[in-house]
């Protein structure tokens, strides 16, 4: 179950800079979030604007709401989350962006919900964050003062991948024992034909390489190449042999392993 | 569990806009990661990254190492993961980001992790793709294009919040980028000698066995067990060719893959 993306809307009140706009807008556009909602900005240069939204968000930013008065942006809305950097004691609720999509969710099926953002400078006032039905709190390290579009993208990017069902961790299908053992036998007989392990006890010398190839997970597709290759292998000395045949010393010319 | 962003590197691989990378390194801040690698930046006005990575981020910025080649770059890395938003039919594994976050839990323990970010317009070729060991698409609506210093926003964000409960699984210390290349030049002319991959176009024909490796992550000692099996492979190889050059048909009897 996922967040009812029709049913949100991204709202930003008193931005200073026209690129954050764009810039919020195009995030919003690639979450799949349509609506925004603009309160008294301070500088509304459409042509800056419409540089960091890009062509592809331009329709967000053309159907863009703009507003001198925050109370009666909210209006309509049936659920205002509030976003603060401030940490400290708090009346109200806070979340974690993921924590906040999983609420929306539900919220989201029959309410259409805003997301508040403040200004650049100072973000939300107490007074602002009263019209707040939770806040929410984006982690950050030391360093806590995330610039304004970038904190519209992880909300969106959270409500936008929000899904209540645990995604599966997928283990592609395995070869089977069977193929593995057949590679094993053809890779010890190439290896020992090319000296690389001891001819004398090929099984010991092999053991290392099946801790290898079953620390992977071979699927049967790459048995076949390690196969390929040892069959080519065993081709060429085939026909190197048909040359005459070449002198091996045991032991020697070993490889540095 | 978390992961360990002392051993986490953003790495931008030719950016067009010093804001963009001012806005990462400000991103990276945020999230607790402070090494960020610039590769060939088509404009570097430090003015304008300054002003976008804020006082707060002016040691990342001042800190940033440049390079002017990828390889260069990512060598001292154990493990590197790029970012796409190119969706269609990937040879390579695809994460989502809060899926990479939870797989760098345990690789970044003992691994310095690069994030490879792509150019503005047109993001990592497929070239650039290949030192990746696995792929990280942000998931968006249909508009997929993502600012860079959004993207950079997203996956920080995943890296620092990512925590994990259940007991780790151990990664070893791997390789570095610098032995890995090293190897695959080996194994590339090794295989083409024997005519295992396509001599005309060797590179094109390695990336399944790129795929291969990257899906293990190889350590050191494995990496020389590698290039100690090829090296042998040309040794018996050279001992042939002393006896009389074979006769090698190009095309024929190559291995069924």
Not at 74 to 91: C, E, I
Not at 123 to 131: D, S
Not at 227 to 253: F, L
């Amino acid at each position: 179950m996922r967040v009812n993306l029709e049913n949100i809307a991204i709202v930003l009140n008193e931005p200073h800079y026209p690129e954050n706009i764009g810039a919020a807008a195009r995030s919003a556009k690639n979450m799949g979030i349509r609506r925004l909602l603009v309160v008294n900005p301070l500088d509304f240069d459409l042509d800056r604007v419409l540089k960091m939204a890009t062509h592809a968000a331009r329709d967000v930013v053309e159907a863009m709401e703009i507003y001198d008065d925050l109370r009666n942006a909210l209006a309509p809305f049936r659920h205002v989350v509030g976003t603060t950097a401030r940490l400290g004691s708090r009346r109200q609720r806070v979340r974690n962006p993921r924590q906040m999509a999983d609420e929306l969710v539900s919220i989201s099926r029959e309410n259409e919900a805003a997301i508040l953002f403040g200004t650049e400078s100072s973000g939300l006032t107490n007074e602002q964050l009263r019209f707040c039905d939770f806040l929410v709190t984006i982690p950050t390290a030391d360093f806590a003062s995330i610039n304004l579009a970038q904190a519209v993208m992880i909300v969106a990017y959270e409500l936008y991948t929000a899904n209540r069902e645990e995604p599966q961790r997928f283990v592609p299908r395995l070869a089977a024992r069977r193929e593995l053992e057949g590679m094993y036998d053809q890779l010890r007989d190439t290896l020992a034909r090319i000296n690389f392990i001891n001819q004398d006890n090929p099984d010991y010398w092999m053991l290392s390489v099946r801790r290898f190839f079953s620390r992977i997970g071979l699927r049967a597709g790459e048995v076949k190449i390690v196969r390929g290759i040892c069959r080519q292998i065993d081709w060429y000395c085939d026909r190197k042999d048909e040359d005459g045949p070449a002198s091996v010393p045991n032991g020697k010319h070993s490889p540095n392993r």
